[in-house]
């Protein structure tokens, strides 16, 4: 079965620490994954691609295919990081669907 | 800039309604996806299209149907609204051509079912 999980539902850190938000997928093809996030009041957009390999506002992401997991990273944590965070999977010729997590709330305080 | 707009903000209808959700985006996209959002679920595919008149049930079609007549415009139709059906619902785009896997996010709907 294809299964996006995101075990934590809620992510409390200070500002300036480092954070990791986890991912782990279900697939047994080559999945492509990415990260949407959702600030309050505004809508879904996406984040980062595992296939572009590319560091947005200090993020980045690396697919572990042995361990299936794709976690998101930030080195130091700023307060307009606050926000849903979504993993999601793209199955392969699916019409570009994707398969969402449940989401992380990433609360950073100053 | 890719626009995803829906009809609607807020909505509140009574149980038994027939509901209508509009989509509408400007970028010529091909795809277009109808989710609900729930706290601790996620974000659930109930619909999506691939071209006009195309329809495709996602993960938890159900209660719903959807309707595409022109390219740029999904609606999501609940036959008769329930109050299980009380949730946010986003509406999406996205091109098979260029960065075809980036889906456009429209600002939600959120439906309160009395």
């Known amino acids: 079965a294809q299964r996006v999980t995101q075990p934590e539902k809620l992510l409390s850190v200070f500002k300036g620490a480092p954070v990791e938000l986890k991912c782990n997928y279900s697939y047994s093809g080559s999945p492509e994954l990415f990260w949407y996030v959702q600030y309050s009041r505004q809508r879904l957009q996406l984040l980062l691609r595992h296939i572009s390999r590319e560091s947005i506002k200090g993020f980045t992401a690396d697919l572990n295919k042995g361990e299936t997991s794709f976690h998101l990273k930030k080195p130091f944590a700023q307060e307009e990081d606050s926000a849903m965070y979504y993993c999601?999977?793209?199955?392969?010729?699916?019409?570009?669907?994707?398969?969402f997590g449940a989401g992380t709330r990433l609360a950073v305080h100053p | 800039d890719v626009k995803v707009t829906q009809s609607s903000r807020y909505l509140v209808k009574r149980t038994g309604e027939k509901v209508f959700l509009e989509c509408v985006q400007d970028?010529?996209?091909?795809?277009m996806f109808w989710y609900r959002q729930d706290p601790g679920l996620g974000l659930r595919l109930i619909y999506f299209?691939?071209?006009?008149?195309?329809?495709e049930k996602g993960d938890i079609p159900e209660g719903y149907s959807v309707s595409r007549e022109k390219k740029e415009r999904f609606s999501l139709i609940l036959e008769s609204a329930s109050t299980n059906q009380t949730s946010m619902y986003l509406c999406?785009?996205?091109?098979?051509?260029?960065?075809?896997?980036?889906?456009?996010f429209g600002p939600g709907t959120r439906l309160t079912v009395l």
């Open positions: 299209s691939y071209d006009v008149k195309m329809k």
């Open positions: 999406a785009s996205s091109s098979p051509a260029g960065e075809s896997d980036t889906q456009y």
């Open positions: 970028m010529d996209h091909e795809n």
């Open positions: 999601a999977l793209s199955p392969s010729g699916g019409y570009n669907k994707l398969i």
